[in-house]
Antibody
Framework: QVQLQQSGPGLVKPSQTLSVTCAIS??????????WNWVRQSPSRGLEWLGR?????????DYEVSVKSRITINPDTSKNQFSLQLNSVTPEDTAVYYC???????????WGQGTLVTVSS | VVMTQSPLSLPVTLGQPASISCRSS???????????LNWFQQRPGQSPRRLIY???NRDSGVPDRFSGSGSGTDFTLKISRVEAEDVGVYYC?????????FGQGTKVEIK
């Protein structure tokens, strides 16, 4: 059974960097058939995909256009985890952030427990 | 692709059926012939949980009172007899067109 365990600070100051990590058990971040995603949820935006990382003989990343200039998703094969960094945050980035696995075409199957990140001074 | 759900709020009597509609702004039939329409349930305080994938395939452990149907741009999630544990928000999500997108959610509550 795949489990995704998230960690990270719940409060970030405006203009600083939001960081959340997702530790994977029951699968590998280097899997050739899975993609590892970050999705956030807020009352104003609903559920919003932010980006993903995946390995297909080499590493690939895709990012949502609206955050592309501010986001980095990195795999860490030594710890079997991946991380989200979002720079220059504003209060509009306040949301619950989820890590999510996509292991088959067109669907998400496993979700982390969510991390509420509040952007406030 | 914009996913539009209705209704946004659904009060239901225990034991009665419930139906949620989801419409997409484009056909969800993929070039491989599959239709990647998913349904997720989010109970209060929990992460979303997938119930249905590819329109009508129930996930393991999902009660058979949940069923999905539809084609093209129009899809439906039905609960044959609502139970107390079904309270939460239900989301449709399309995985045919990149980036994958979610509906706004339908809140199911007990009358």
């Amino acid at each position: 059974q795949v489990q995704l365990q998230q960690s990270g600070p719940g409060l970030v100051k405006p203009s600083q960097t939001l960081s959340v990590t997702c530790a994977i058990s029951g699968d590998s971040v280097s899997s050739n058939s899975a993609a590892w995603n970050w999705v956030r949820q807020s009352p104003s935006r609903g559920l919003e995909w932010l980006g993903r990382t995946y390995y297909r003989s080499k590493w690939f990343n895709d990012y949502e256009v609206s955050v592309k200039s501010r986001i980095t998703i990195n795999p860490d094969t030594s710890k079997n985890q991946f991380s989200l960094q979002l720079n220059s945050v504003t209060p509009e980035d306040t949301a619950v952030y989820y890590c999510v696995r996509a292991a088959a075409a067109g669907t998400y199957d496993f979700w982390g427990q969510g991390t509420l990140v509040t952007v406030s001074s | 692709v914009v996913m539009t759900q209705s209704p946004l709020s659904l009060p239901v009597t225990l034991g009665q059926p419930a139906s949620i509609s989801c419409r997409s702004s484009q056909s969800l039939v993929s070039s491989d012939g599959n239709t990647y329409l998913n349904w997720f349930q989010q109970r209060p305080g929990q992460s979303p949980r997938r119930l249905i994938y590819k329109v009508s395939n129930r996930d393991s452990g999902v009660p058979d009172r949940f069923s999905g149907s539809g084609s093209g741009t129009d899809f439906t999630l039905k609960i044959s007899r609502v139970e107390a544990e079904d309270v939460g928000v239900y989301y449709c999500m399309q995985g045919t067109h990149w980036p994958w997108t979610f509906g706004q959610g339908t809140k199911v509550e007990i009358k």
